[in-house]
Structure formats: C-alpha cells, structure tokens
C-alpha cells in the first residue's frame, strides 16, 4: 500500500462510507493521512473512579457489572447505562441515542472509558464516554486521541479506526523533501511525522510534527509561484512604449489630481509593460483609494499603443460601474464594450455616443478589433469571445488571474504573444503573508487616500441602542443623505432557525424580514429599496440605478454590495448581525460610504457578547487604515484564517499551513535553493510528483 492507493481499495470501507469520504476531498491514502486533526483530546492519565470530580475529563479502567437500555419515553430517545467499578468505587456511564452499544460492552469485561464527568439526575455519571477492551492497542482511550474535521456520517471515531492500521502497514515513503533542506532547517522525517502528527505522545510531539507539515505546505507554494515566476518571464509579450506626453495630458483632463502612491503604482505598471515578457502585477489599495483610475491610465496607454484591452469584474454590477466610469472619466476614450448577461451588449463611441447592439454584433467588432476596452465578468473568457490583439488583461477583486482562465485567454490571441496582467485587489493583505501566497506576482500599493477623504466614524450598536441608531438616521435621511442595510443571509430555514435559536441566540436578519420591518414599521415615510443575489440582473441594474439617482432613502442588501459599489450621497452604512462577517468584508462595507463630500457613519448593530467578537469589531472601529486592520486581522484569526480559497487560488491545506510567519522566510530560502541547484527537479522526481499534485489542487475560478 502506498499513499497514491485509492481509499475504495482498502479493506472495509464501503460504498456509503465512502461518498461521505468523498465530501471531505478525501479519494487517495494521501488524502485520509493528510486529513490531519485539528486538536487532541488528553486521555492520557488513568483516574481511579474514587478521585473523579464532576466537570473533569478522565479515562478510567473499569470493570463492567452490568448494561442496561432503557426508553426516555418523554424525549423518545435511549439510554444505555453500564454500571462500572474499579477497586476504589462505582460510576455510571450513560450513551444517549446510541442502542448498540449496549452489545458492544460485555459484563465482568474490563474496558477503558474517556469522557467527561456530568452530574445527570443529581448523580455523577460519564456522558457518551468513548471505549475500548482493556490491554490492547489503545486507538480512542487512555491517550492523547485525535479529532478531525467531520462530516455528517463520518465521525473523528470512524476515521481513527481507518487511520491506525493504515500507519501501521504502510509502505515506506519518500520524502519529497530533499536531505540537505531537511538537514539545515532541521525538519524531522515524513514516516515517522506521519505517525506522529496522528497518535501522539505528548502534545510537544504533535506540535513538532505540524510544523513539519505545514513546511512542506508552505515550500510546495512557494515552489509553486517561483516556478510561476519563472515560467512567465520565459513568454513573451506586446512591448507597450510609454508615451509620457499622453499620460501628462490625459492626467490634465481628470477632474481631480491623483496621490502620489498612485504615480508610483503607475510608473510600475508602465515599466513592466514596457518590457518584452508579460506583467503579472498585484495592484493592492485601501477601499477608495483610486485603483481604477491607474488602472484606467494602465488601460488608455495600451490602447494607444494599438492593442485591446479585457477588464473583467467580479460582478456584473461593478462591471457596468467600471464601464460608466471608463467612459465618464476620460471622455476622449476609444470605443469600449459592455459585455454582461442577457443578449446585448452595449458599446461606446468616443464622440460620447452610446448604442446598445446585439451581443453576436459586439462580439464580431471585438474579433475585428473595433473595440479597444471590453468590460464584463468573467464571460469575456467564455468560447465566443475572441480578440484580434489583446495586450493587457485587468481582473478586479480576484488576486490571481488562473492557470485556466490564462489558458482561455491564450486561445483567443493566438501564439503570438501573450497579455499583460494586472489584478486588483481592495482586501489589504500584509507585506509578509503577501510575498508568500502571491509569491509570482510583483506588487504595487496604494497606500494614500485622496485628498479631502473624511474618516468614517464607526460605532458598535448593541440592542439597547437599536433605537438611538434609528433615530440618527432618520435625521441624516432628512438632511438628503442615503443609507446602506447590510444583511447576512437571504432566507433561513426552518432548521437552521432551530440551531440558531437553541445553540446561538443571534437573531439572524435576512432582507426579506429586514426590508418589510424598516419600510413599515421602522421609516413608513422612507422609500426603502431591497437587493440580493438571486435577483435578476435587470432588476439589480434596475434596484441600484434608482438608489444612484435618489429614488430611494434606503437600500437593504445582502453582501452583493461588498466590492466596488460607488454611491458618494450614501452616508450610513448600516450592518446586521456584524459578527457573522469577517473583518475584511466589513471593512468592505465600510468602504460604501464615506466617497462624497459629507461626514459618514458605519454602525455595527451585534447581539453577541463574545470577547473575541468585540475585539474583532473594535479592531474596525480603531484602525487607521485596511493596511493596519490586515495586520490586527492576521494577528487575531492567524493567517490560514486570514484569506482563504475564494480569493487566493491557493488549496485550504496550503492556506491553514501558514501558521508560523517565523517559518515563512525558511520556506523561501528553500525554495529559492532547489530550484538555483535543479530549475527543472530533475534530481528530485518525489518532489516533483508532489508539486504537480499541489498545482492540480490549486482552484483557479
């Protein structure tokens, strides 16, 4: 057996255990000993049943006297109760809704048991204890036992009894780490890190074994990206010459002057593109602090230069916003597309003349090359799309640009050449995490507000402070001002109402109920306006045209609003149940407001009373800039919490590895290392295997 065995040949899974393995991505052995615990819990000392305390978790060996079942006729549930003694006293263990138990405890058998103690009916008893025959290999009792992430039908258990044996009659491995970086950072063996990191015997150990782990984690990505780094600077590219005179005159036309960290982001870019192989950039910047505009100027340079331009969105609101502001802002723009859903598409003339036309039409003037910007989401890399020469590809709010998304891309300009690629991104990430995740891109920031910016003064609103908060914004809404409503979810279902409501007690709002209760009861005289994902996007066109114009006061949301949106009457962000956001989204949010000349408002509305919770929230409240509140963020969840899949197209193993900056810098010496001795791991074919294996898991949207 060897770690590429698919987990359908072992002995004794079968075909329902295994679809539930198959949720957890769990197909090979690799991926089942790779599906590392998150935490252990001590069983490791033996209590004699006389020294036991209610509220203490033990293991104790016990003989069994007897076992019982019984019916809870009241809460239609059983009971097993076995009965148990040991040489110093007697003690109950009670399962609840688990009858086959009582044929899995044998009488005047001893056994361990590990659980907590409980006082049930005013007696102490050990509630659901876990249990194994005295004198054999302990798996689940009398040691440090081991829980993993679970599924419905797979329990830490189930995969205890799977894991054991597997350890124990596999195969030596290989390990992709090459001897002389195992030597010099003094990184302990696979095989025996792999039994460790499983079962073992002091905490220490565990610890030990991790870290382990998460290094060869953290060297596959980086790895990865210098890989990246290299491959990209063998493509080549459009040369994009820099025609100073064109950007001094187009920046004269702007009705603003931009901040000197956008001059600095923008000579990067021109000087990347200037160059024979393509750009791979990161453009980073605070919520508002103009990362459009250089992307703009990025934009007008190529198009002057005779090439076109892809500037996809996220969303198809924020593309119809990119595209309302590429041709508002620089009025003397060339032809530019709108390409969204439905079966037009829109195109922009330069003498300030707009036409919608058909989308096959738009197409066929993109393939010809009378369109030099095409905006649009992501279905400007759909089949029917092509350019006649695309020289530069902007993507928003996505930190890399995929391996498939680039492949696409490629098909439609042919060999000749590939395009430049600048992504942006308004989730400020820091310096360090930066580097490592993103490894293969260069980095530009932003780190200046425009001038005249007012600080977004922000409050956390608990519930007996609901109605001062209402009151405040009836009186902004007076004075002309226009106000966001965040909530978190659409609908809830019955089922989750009963979680939320016995385990939780956070009232969960949902725009459906959020909506009805402000425009009646709340502001009757207000005209409130709603808007969630599974609108239409006419309607949601519709719903923020109207709200942009000033047809409504109010404007109740699900998280659609989080990028991009540009409302600068909006004054009041307003946002339900705050602890069910990440700190990133909410300073998203926050974002929203604060883009016109008058002071703005965030209120934090929350019912939860958890520390970790308001120490989240002030974090918001106080930081300076996204910058500061990424390193409070990072410092507060750690970095495999920080950012996750969505945005960084690096795996969630790869992701939760990075829990150790002070290993960062290791990993990349590393890395930087095998690939100066061997760029191709010819002499490392393990290795090799095993980046080939990370670069398929990287999710690339």
């Known amino acids: ?105 044998m009488p005047q058998k001893q056994f361990n048991f590990s659980g907590k103690i409980n006082l049930y009916q005013g007696e102490m008893t050990l509630s659901n204890p876990m249990y194994e025959p005295y004198g054999g290999v302990n798996k689940h009792t009398g040691r440090l036992v081991p829980i993993y992430p679970e599924t419905r039908g797979i329990t830490s258990k189930g995969i205890r009894y799977i894991v054991k044996p597997l350890i124990e009659n596999l195969a030596e491995i290989t390990d992709p780490i090459p001897d002389f970086v195992l030597d010099k950072y003094n990184i302990p063996d696979i095989n025996e890190s792999l039994r460790v990191i499983h079962y073992p015997s002091s905490i220490e150990e565990a610890l030990v074994a991790r870290r382990r782990f998460a290094f060869e984690e953290m060297l596959m990505l980086s790895l990865f990206n210098l890989k990246r780094k290299i491959n990209m600077s063998r493509e080549q590219a459009l040369s994009i010459p820099l025609d100073v005179e064109f950007i001094k005159e187009t920046l004269k036309k702007l009705p603003f002057t931009i901040t000197q960290a956008q001059k600095r982001s923008l000579f990067e870019i021109f000087q990347d593109m200037e160059k024979s192989h393509p750009m791979n950039r990161l453009l980073q910047g605070d919520v508002g602090s103009g990362k459009t505009i250089v992307a703009t100027l990025a934009a007008l340079q190529v198009v002057k230069a005779r090439a076109q331009v892809a500037f996809m969105a996220p969303t198809e609101i924020l593309a119809r916003q990119h595209y309302a502001t590429l041709t508002s802002l620089i009025p003397n723009i060339k032809k530019v ?185 709340i502001f009757p005289d207000l005209k409130v306006l709603s808007l969630h994902g599974k609108m239409k996007p006419k309607e949601k066109e519709e719903v923020m045209k109207n709200f942009k114009d000033g047809k409504a006061d109010i404007l109740v949301s699900t998280s659609v609003v989080e990028v991009g949106v540009d409302i600068p009457n909006a004054t009041i962000m307003m946002i339900e149940s705050a602890d069910r956001f990440g700190l990133s989204q909410l300073y998203q949010f926050r974002g929203r407001v604060g883009r016109g000349e008058h002071q703005s408002y965030c209120f934090l509305f929350t019912e939860s009373d958890s520390k970790l919770t308001l120490q989240r929230l002030e974090a918001l409240k106080n930081a300076k800039n996204g910058f500061e509140l990424a390193e409070k963020d990072l410092e507060i969840r750690g970095p495999g919490q920080f950012i996750g899949k969505r945005q960084t197209g690096v795996p969630d193993t790869a992701m939760k590895s990075l829990t150790n900056l002070s290993v960062i810098k290791d990993v990349r010496d590393a890395a930087i290392s095998i690939l100066k001795e061997d760029p191709d791991l010819k002499k490392y074919e393990t290795l090799k295997n095993r980046l080939r294996d990370f670069e398929k898991s990287v999710h690339e949207e």
């Open 337 to 521: 597309g709108l390409v969204v859903g439905g079966l037009k598409g829109k195109i922009f003339f330069e003498k300030e003349v707009e036409s919608e036309i058909g989308k096959k039409e738009l197409q066929n003037k993109i393939k010809l090359g009378d369109v030099s910007i095409v905006v649009g989401t992501h279905a400007l890399i759909q089949k029917d799309i092509s350019f006649k020469n695309l020289g530069l590809v902007i993507i928003d709010e996505q930190h890399r640009f995929g391996v498939e998304q680039r492949a696409e891309l490629l098909k439609k300009v042919g060999k000749k050449h590939v395009p430049h690629f600048l992504s942006m991104s308004a989730t400020p990430i820091p310096r360090t995490l930066t580097l490592t995740v993103f490894g293969d891109l260069n980095l530009s920031v932003i780190d200046e507000l425009p001038q005249g910016r007012k600080k977004i003064e922000t409050f956390i609103i608990a519930p007996d402070n609901r109605n001062k908060a209402y009151q405040f914004i009836k009186e902004q809404v007076n004075e002309g001002r226009q106000v966001f409503v965040i909530c978190p979810r659409i609908e809830i279902s019955e089922s989750e109402m009963e979680t939320e409501n016995a385990f939780n007690r956070v009232e969960l709002k949902n725009v459906k109920e959020e909506f009805d209760k402000l425009s009646k009861k």
């Open 1 to 105: 057996m060897t770690l590429d065995t698919k987990v359908k040949e072992l002995y004794g899974i079968g075909p329902k255990f295994l679809d539930r393995l198959n949720k957890l991505h769990i197909n090979t052995v690799r991926d089942l000993l790779y599906h590392f615990p998150f935490r252990y819990d001590d069983f490791s000392t033996t209590s004699l049943i006389a020294d036991v305390a209610p509220g203490q978790t033990v293991t104790i060996c016990a003989t069994i006297e007897k076992v019982n079942l019984r019916h809870s006729f009241k809460k239609k549930m059983t009971i097993v109760e076995a009965f148990l003694h040991d040489e110093t006293g007697l003690i109950k263990a009670i399962w609840f809704n688990q009858p086959y138990i009582k044929n899995a405890l």
